[in-house]
């Protein structure tokens, strides 16, 4: 059983009212934040498109996408807006708001050099940062990385799944579904960072030692490809001036009330793909920014 004490709170609705910060009448893409995505290795490219595509749709002025794989695409036809660039590009482009790595990235010698530079060179530094899944399972395993992330001056959201979860903390999947927020708590002090174990009723906790407990979300969810959307959103909403635990929350309750309007609308919760949720995500968000 969880016995770690902490501050513990339930996401509700009414929390988020004010959260997003309002849109100016003389509002442009420059001012309405900028992230990029970087990962997609080999057959994992829709990683990336997927997570950039949640950012844009979630309100970001800029959306930048890097991929490892050399028959990445030069455009994404569907979202042409998304800009591509190398991933090593990226580090040059002065304007990025927060910067997530993780979707597709696998766990090559290229992926791990690249993920050294992002967690070393100044603009990762400086930069608030999402890490997400193999970007996760690559601190798991290099003591180095684990290190790097440990010393980041700007602040880093993890999200891991409860197998990743698992991994940074060396111990078995059974513990950590047993421990959820014991494990959630530790990876946040341990990494200095906020955790969200995704999950039925997924959990953010702050390395302050605050926690939080999610009231949407639904098997609708259980599909591939949901994860990257959440990564997006989160990063979207810091590029967008939400301070990370806030973006975090906020992006796991809007993500699972997504997929419980998706079904309360007859879709699903057989069925629901990411790309779905992501759409509907949008309408989530201006629904609570119309409240501040």
């Not at 660039?85 to 690249?114: M, N, T, W, Y």
Request: contains cysteine; proline residues 4%.
């Amino acid at each position: 059983m969880d016995n770690r004490q902490a501050d513990q709170h339930l996401l509700v609705e009414s929390m988020f009212y004010h959260t997003l910060p309002p849109r100016q009448r003389d509002a442009h893409k420059g001012s309405c934040g900028s992230v990029a995505v970087i990962g997609g290795d080999e057959s994992m490219v829709g990683a990336v498109l997927l997570a950039a595509r949640a950012a844009l749709y979630s309100g970001a002025g800029r959306v930048y996408a890097a991929m490892l794989s050399k028959h990445a695409p030069s455009v994404d036809m569907l979202q042409p807006e998304i800009m591509m660039r190398s991933p090593a590009a990226l580090a040059h482009l002065k304007q990025l708001d927060c910067v997530a790595i993780g979707p597709g990235l696998g766990q090559s010698v290229a992926a791990i050099e690249l993920l050294i530079l992002w967690l070393t060179e100044p603009a990762g530094q400086d930069t608030p940062m999402v890490l997400d899944a193999d970007a996760l399972n690559l601190v798991a395993e290099h003591v180095h990385l684990a290190k790097l992330l440990k010393g980041r001056r700007a602040q880093t959201v993890i999200t891991p799944h409860v197998a990743e979860a698992a991994r940074l903390l060396g111990t078995e999947v059974e513990f950590v579904l047993n421990n959820r927020i014991d494990t959630a708590l530790r990876l946040a002090e341990a990494f200095k960072v906020t955790c969200v174990l995704k999950g039925a009723d997924s959990i953010c906790a702050h390395h302050d030692g605050t926690l939080f407990v999610n009231s949407t979300g639904n098997p609708a969810l259980a599909s591939g490809g949901t994860g990257d959307v959440l990564t997006g959103l989160v990063a979207s909403l810091i590029a967008q001036g939400v301070a990370p635990l806030a973006a975090a929350k906020l992006g796991v309750f809007a993500h699972g009330l997504a997929a419980d309007n998706l079904v309360a609308k007859g879709v699903g919760p057989r069925g629901v793909t990411a790309s779905e949720v992501l759409h509907e995500v949008r309408d989530v968000l201006n629904r609570l920014s119309r409240h501040g």
